[in-house]
């Protein structure tokens, strides 16, 4: 077999080699999950440590995002003679998909990086190990808390988005026209069905596993010392956001299905 | 070698016993037929040098690497028969310290010693916590580096702190990982000394892997040389370095002992 076809063949079975192990770390997760001890102590701190990281920046994109979509989406309205129907639109944009989306991507980065980086120097160091020998399993107590609170906590964190995105999209309408907050909100919920709220929250709760256990899938598996630490924090992020965009897609199509269905 | 030199007949005073122990990452042969006994009440020290298969021997019987072949029976059970709450039960009843001491970089010394107990002991009170917590660091001469975190201590306080961690379990076996690496002659020393009080306040057993000569001369009542994954010789260390090996022969003409 030439060189060619041997780093072909090479890479096809280590595609499949890491599928099926991704596939028993899930697997091993919904296994461990349900098993006691269930270390809720630990997924409350990791759950504050998470919203604590996370909220600063999402405080300010939230509120960024909000602004400057309905400065942009005004232009086009305007058109139309129809920049009444802003409150409505940013309530289906933000609602149906930025507030989940825009929350996953910075907690891809900013938490799944940390999670990565977090075990991969623990693995690397012979923490792990030294809570295996210590008739700890490391897994149920590192893994299974941080994906648990990556899943609670990102959907919270993805309504407070929201409804940031909201406040700054009112922010900028109110300085152009007469509204009151309240008016603001109740025309933006006005075409907001309980689909709509439904699915994004379902989407939140999936990219929240999907941060955590990718994270914790790559600091878990981290080798080669200070610079698989590093691989394991940057690959955490990589694929988190690849796997976000893949399961947006699938949601709002299936979402989508349901609604004219 | 004969396996006669590593086994003692007496098979009801062993607390380990390996027969036949067999490991190969990829092509690389580790262990090449390992066969000894650990005796209740003993130390026995492994020496050889870096990438020799120490490790790889102590990670085996504490059951967080699996042997290609042989048996390893640790307090008369088969480390990779068990499942995993049997083997957890075991490893309670098994220290180990690691060579670069692994300590929780994310908690103090306090928190570093109370989470074994905490974990598997979860109806202890605080105040019990915190006795055993001060008993051990105080057998191990730290009792005012409590709360101090891991990055704060010197090297010798780390494994200090290590060992208190594995004391906490009041283990009936104690696995030391090269316990002198990177310590200087004083601290090692002293490490040497602490192993040896700390087997005798608790009447167990140990096993203790290292490349150091001073530091198996001086806690082995036995001691074996591992080469190429094989035992060379085992016996005292007179016994060990009276013969004329030429591995044996270098190993401790590059040592110096004290």
Redesign the interface.
């Known amino acids: 077999m030439n060189n060619k076809n041997y780093l072909f063949t090479k890479g096809v079975d280590n595609a499949f080699i890491g599928v099926s192990k991704a596939y028993s770390f899930v697997a091993l997760f919904f296994k461990e999950a349900f098993k006691r001890?269930f270390h809720l102590r630990e997924i409350f701190n990791q759950s504050f440590e998470i919203g604590i990281k996370a909220l600063p920046l999402i405080t300010v994109t939230g509120f960024v995002v909000g602004v400057v979509f309905t400065k942009q989406s005004r232009p086009s309205l305007e058109e139309f003679g129809a920049t009444s129907w802003l409150p409505s639109l940013m309530g289906i944009a933000i609602v149906r998909a930025l507030g989940a989306l825009v929350t996953a991507l910075i907690c891809a980065g900013k938490v799944g990086s940390g999670i990565g980086a977090?075990l991969g120097?623990?693995n690397v160091?012979?923490?792990v190990?030294?809570m295996?020998?210590?008739?700890?399993?490391p897994f149920k107590?590192l893994v299974v808390t941080r994906v648990a609170a990556t899943t609670i906590t990102i959907p919270v964190l993805a309504l407070y988005c929201s409804f940031l995105g909201l406040l700054g999209s009112f922010v900028n309408v109110h300085a152009q026209e007469a509204i009151s907050l309240a008016t603001f909100f109740e025309n933006a919920f006005s075409s907001i069905k309980f689909l709509d709220i439904f699915s994004s929250l379902f989407k939140s709760i999936v990219y929240g596993f999907t941060i955590g256990i990718v994270g914790c899938y790559m600091g878990y598996n981290a080798t080669q010392g200070t610079r698989g630490v590093g691989k394991a924090a940057n690959r955490a992020v990589v694929l988190s956001i690849f796997l976000i965009f893949i399961e947006e897609i699938v949601i709002v199509q299936l979402t989508n299905w349901i609604r004219y269905f | 070698m004969g396996n006669t030199e590593m086994h003692i007949t007496n098979k009801d005073e062993s607390v380990i016993s390996i027969n036949g122990l067999y490991k190969s990452f990829g092509d690389e042969h580790v262990l090449n037929g390992i066969d000894f006994t650990l005796l209740k009440g003993e130390n026995f020290a492994i020496l050889g040098k870096s990438g020799s298969g120490k490790s790889v021997l102590i990670k085996i019987i504490v059951g967080l690497l699996k042997p290609d072949a042989g048996e390893v029976i640790v307090l008369g059970k088969q480390v990779d028969k068990l499942n995993r709450t049997e083997l957890d039960n075991l490893r309670m009843r098994v220290g180990f310290s690691f060579q670069s001491s692994a300590l929780y970089d994310s908690m103090n010394v306090y928190q570093n010693l109370a989470f074994p107990l905490t974990m598997n002991f979860r109806d202890l009170s605080k105040k019990e916590v915190g006795s055993a917590v001060e008993e051990v660091l105080e057998s191990v001469g730290l009792t005012e580096k409590l709360y101090q975190m891991p990055s704060d201590l010197s090297g010798g306080q780390r494994k200090r702190v290590g060992i208190a961690r594995m004391l906490i379990l009041k283990p009936e076996i104690m696995l030391f990982d090269e316990p002198t690496a990177g310590l200087d002659p004083i601290t090692s020393g002293e490490i040497i000394e602490l192993i040896n009080a700390v087997k005798k306040q608790n009447n167990a057993s140990s096993l203790i892997i290292t490349h150091d000569l001073t530091c198996a001369k001086n806690t082995g009542d036995r001691i074996a040389m591992l080469f190429e994954g094989r035992f060379l010789k085992a016996g005292t260390f007179e016994e060990v370095f009276d013969i004329d090996n030429e591995h044996i022969k270098g190993f401790y003409n590059y040592n110096f002992i004290q």
Do not use: K, R
């Not at chain 1, 295996?132 to 399993?137: F, G, K, L, T």
């Open positions: 001890p977090e120097s623990m160091t012979e923490q190990d030294a295996e020998v210590s008739a700890i399993n107590y």
